[in-house]
């Protein structure tokens, strides 16, 4: 069973940025293709970002895409999202998952998921 366990949320001001991580348990990141997703209020919950498990190969939803960047460091079995430029509807609950497949599609669903960090953004 891993846990992931996501931090780094907050209130944050329009234009700003934060840096999430996602830890992961009993060093099993280097295992795993990781993604970021977000619920906002009211709203369905929706894919922000992937990383394959080598990470060579990352996803992005257009919304986010050259604010946002995923990144994973297993030697610190962490995984990351910078948040740059940051826009108020950018607010949400943000989720960590992960799977153990070696790339991420959109067909499949996690198997793994951290309870998820607020992130608040103002304008």
């Known amino acids: 069973q891993v846990q992931l366990v996501e931090s780094g949320g907050g209130l944050v001001q329009a234009g700003g940025s934060l840096r999430l991580s996602c830890a992961a348990s009993e060093r099993t990141l280097s295992r795993l293709t990781l993604a970021w997703f977000r619920q906002a209020p009211g709203s369905e919950r929706e894919f922000v970002a992937a990383?394959?498990?080598?990470?060579?190969?990352?996803y992005y939803v257009d919304v986010v895409k050259g604010r946002f960047t995923i990144s994973r460091e297993n030697a610190k079995n962490t995984g990351y999202l910078q948040m740059n430029s940051l826009r108020p509807e950018d607010t949400a609950v943000y989720y960590c998952a992960a799977d153990f497949s070696a790339d991420y599609s959109e067909s499949h669903v996690m198997d793994y998921w951290g309870r998820g960090t607020l992130v608040t953004v103002s304008s």
């Open positions: 990383i394959s498990r080598s990470g060579g190969r990352t």
